[in-house]
């Protein structure tokens, strides 16, 4: 199995920051990723496929780099709508798999 | 644009086959390069991806739960199902049915698993 390792785990940060969150594979997978988006309670919602490809209707804020083994997603200037649990997903290979996720903080 | 909707009971018995089933509007899941998914996700937790029916009727599972899991597809009511068997309190989690890499996802479902 890919395993997929997302860091930070958590991190706190303010209105406005620049953030980026990390995903390594342990093996590469070209650029079959995607990156989700999760609040309380809610489903996850793509943001980033292809590693890089904005999702419609997402702000532009997001935007996802990276190919091969290590991935970033960044969020240029952080809102407060932002603040939730982030996940990359690897399907270059079954079985599917995440990262632990990324929560974000108010801080 | 194509909307999933989980349904299913919300409590099962230690032991029993616990069987959800997703139905899939304003799109068909016969047409064709969609995966059909169900993940699930224990409370407090990360996400797992259980398996995936193709448009074809292929299926895979993901090995942990491959002794246990059957998923299944009525391409004339535009559904997809999961069957878990033999379930445990390890068990309970959210479950989610969503298209190909995640988009969309159904809202999920709470599935209990207890006595």
């Known amino acids: 199995d890919i395993q997929m390792t997302q860091s930070p785990s958590s991190l706190s940060a303010s209105v406005g920051d620049r953030l980026t969150i990390t995903c390594r594979a342990s093996q590469g997978i070209r650029n079959d990723l995607g990156w989700y988006q999760q609040k309380p309670g809610k489903a996850p919602k793509r943001l980033i496929y292809a590693a890089s490809s904005l999702q419609s209707g997402v702000p532009s804020r997001f935007s996802g780099s990276g190919s091969g083994t290590e991935f970033t997603l960044t969020i240029s200037s952080l809102q407060p709508e932002d603040f939730a649990t982030y996940y990359c997903l690897q399907h270059s290979s079954t079985p599917w798999t995440f990262g632990q996720g990324t929560k974000v903080e108010i801080k | 644009q194509v909307q999933l909707q989980e349904s299913g009971p919300g409590l099962v018995q230690p032991s029993q086959t616990l069987s959800l089933t997703c139905t899939v509007s304003g799109g068909s899941i016969s047409s064709g390069g969609s995966y059909w998914s169900w993940i699930r996700q224990h409370p407090g937790k990360g996400l797992e991806w259980i398996g995936y029916i193709f448009h074809s009727g292929d299926t895979y599972y993901t090995p942990s739960l491959k002794s246990r899991v059957t998923i299944s597809a009525d391409m004339s009511k535009s559904q997809f199902s999961l069957k878990l068997s033999s379930v445990t309190a390890a068990d309970t989690a959210v479950y989610y049915c969503?298209?190909?890499?995640?988009?969309?996802w159904g809202q999920g479902t709470l599935v209990t698993v207890s006595s």
């Open positions: 969503a298209r190909d890499y995640g988009s969309p």
